[in-house]
């Protein structure tokens, strides 16, 4: 994916972490992209401050791991809300 990046997209992503940091969800329309939590497009779906801190920090010291480490979590907490009646299971390293 890192061919179809468009210009300025650094500093739309950084941006919409800091306002999703500070508790506004905005969906990146110009590359499509949600918020880490996807709350931006799944109201009230948003994670807790502490989170979205311990996630911006793990961005910061490119703890690749962690990150999508709790990607995966933010994403199954979505997919746990809109399938509840079934069992979801992601796997990361
Ligand atoms: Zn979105």
Redesign the pocket.
């Known amino acids: 994916m890192m061919g179809c990046i468009k210009p300025g997209y650094k500093k739309r992503l950084d941006k919409q972490t800091n306002d999703w940091l500070n508790g506004k969800?905005n969906?990146?329309n110009v590359d499509d992209?949600?918020?880490p939590d996807?709350s931006?497009?799944n109201r009230g779906m948003m994670a807790p401050k502490r989170e979205r801190e311990e996630f911006c920090r793990a961005r910061e010291k490119h703890n690749s791991k962690k990150v999508s480490r709790m990607l995966g979590v933010f994403l199954g907490r979505i997919i746990d809300k809109k399938f509840p009646k079934n069992k979801v299971t992601i796997v990361t390293e």
């Open positions: 969800s969906h990146n992209e949600c918020c996807f931006c497009c």
